[in-house]
């Protein structure tokens, strides 16, 4: 198993930026594959962006040229650099982990076994 724990959420005013973490601990081959979701206050979950164990990601057109995920095995530490926020970025802001996802389905939150608790992020028109 992994544990997933976030950090780095904030409130920032429209245009500024945030970098969050996600600290992952235990069995790393669990965290092969992680994601970054966010659930805004009345909406559902939704994938914003993801990461392969090759490097490879993928991002929501609602973030994308706005975030950057990454990933630095060696601090077995997800990030979400999201930069030019805007009012609509206000969500719960999670991540998640699994062994293997399949990328064509990345977006769906059943991939993912495992989940941090969240952190907040409010921007600030």
């Known amino acids: 198993q992994v544990q997933l724990v976030e950090s780095g959420g904030g409130s920032v005013q429209a245009g500024g930026s945030l970098r969050l973490s996600c600290l992952a601990s235990?069995?790393?081959?669990?965290?092969?594959?992680m994601a970054w979701f966010r659930r805004a206050p009345g909406k559902e979950r939704e994938g914003i962006a993801a990461?392969?164990?090759?490097?490879?990601?993928k991002y929501a057109d609602s973030v994308k040229g706005r975030f950057t995920i990454s990933k630095v095995n060696a601090r077995n530490t997800l990030y979400l650099q999201m930069n030019n926020l805007v009012p609509e970025d206000t969500a719960m802001y999670y991540c998640?982990?699994?062994?293997?996802?399949?990328?064509?389905?990345?977006?769906?939150?059943?991939?993912?076994?495992?989940w941090g608790q969240g952190t907040q992020v409010t921007v600030s028109s």
């Open positions: 998640a982990a699994d062994i293997f996802v399949d990328m064509s389905r990345w977006s769906n939150e059943n991939e993912y076994r495992y």
């Open positions: 235990g069995y790393s081959r669990y965290s092969d594959f």
């Open positions: 990461i392969d164990r090759a490097g490879s990601t």
